[in-house]
């Protein structure tokens, strides 16, 4: 595992995108060093193994941090290996507060996720384990600036949004999420509706490949149809 994670870092830093995953990663971290400024106050949901947080703090050194990992040996290796620099919470982010079943992929936590969903393996072990549920706007300070949130919940993104409405519509951080089939349809997601939910917040939506080429956004048509056919599923929103 400590070989996959190292390849992953070295493909990114030699920008071989060898699969669709490793472009996001790498856009994903271009956008973050244009748009981080080093006092910026981030958010990383679906923290995983904190690769993303860590070019975070590298990026925003005086700035504050959170992250957001609810499976319950990631949670407690990122509280140790990211200790005074971000404060890291075990929930599962949502539209409301409460206990729910998580599905825990133990032979690919990376899928794990409130719902199950589509695998992209074979005989996906599955352990259900209770986690916490919380909206975003009750865990993070009304008066605490947001500059960057990246959400990365396997299909679970539209209800993280909708439990952050009030932190969206007051500090309009930029948003990196993934979105699309395989996994958000198995939580209800209809892409016009995350489209509008954006909208109303006065974001506009792109794919990361045309925010780094200074192209236009998407419209609702287009987002739908990068939705539907799965041309993309990383997007970044903005005010």
Known sequence: MILKDT???VLNFLHLDLTKNLEYDRLTKSIMK????????CIDIGCHKGEML???IKLAH???HFAFEPI???YEQLKVKFEGQA???P???SDKNGQTTFNLVKNAPAYSGINKRKYAVENPEIEEIQVELKQLDEVIPAETKIDFIKIDVEGGEFDVLKGAKNLLNTHHPIL?????IGASEFYGTKPSEIFQFLADLNYKTSTLRAYMQQGKPLTISEFENAFNKNTDYYFIAYA
Do not use: H, M, W
Request: aromatic content about 12%.
């Open 87 to 89: 404060t890291v919470f």
């Open 34 to 41: 244009k748009v981080i400024q080093k006092d910026s106050n």
């Open 72 to 74: 319950p040996y990631l």
């Open 54 to 56: 860590q070019s975070i």
């Open 91 to 93: 929930y599962a982010l």
């Open 176 to 180: 990196v999420f993934e979105c699309g």
């Open 7 to 9: 390849l992953r870092l």
């Open 62 to 64: 005086e700035g504050k």
